[in-house]
Nanobody, 130 residues
């Protein structure tokens, strides 16, 4: 499984950004995909996750109602899949490097413990100015 995050940038507080995670590899079809973030000087934290079908989602309390995770399950290339994180009403405290990740394939549904995520993308920087 390969994951590549993109879409980060600089935005003013109250603004929006959409992150994309390009997922390639046959195992992605049955894999939960999650977004995590790490702010300067802080530990990495879970943001949101989506089930393999895209039908179930799960959010951290800090982003619930502002962020939406979705999954493009219709792709011309069956070997690729895209997961999005739409971020609205951004706050300065949302500033972080955002990573998409996938857990070990034994995890099904929409929730997996953070230490189960074993495949990671390179991250994309989101900066929210006040």
């Amino acid at each position: 499984v390969q994951l590549q995050a993109s879409g980060g940038g600089l935005v003013q507080a109250g603004g929006s950004l959409r992150l994309s995670c390009a997922v390639s590899g046959r195992t992605f079809r049955s894999s939960i995909i999650g977004w995590f973030r790490q702010a300067p000087g802080k530990e990495r934290e879970f943001v949101a996750s989506v089930s393999s079908s895209g039908g179930r989602t799960y959010y951290a309390e800090s982003v619930k109602g502002r962020f939406t995770i979705s999954r493009d399950t219709i792709s011309r290339d069956n070997a690729k899949n895209t997961v999005y994180l739409q971020m609205n009403i951004l706050k300065p405290e949302d500033t972080a490097i955002y990573y998409c990740a996938a857990p070990n394939s034994q995890w099904k549904g929409v929730v997996a413990p953070a230490n189960a995520y074993v495949y990671w993308g390179q991250g994309t920087l989101v900066t929210v100015s006040s």
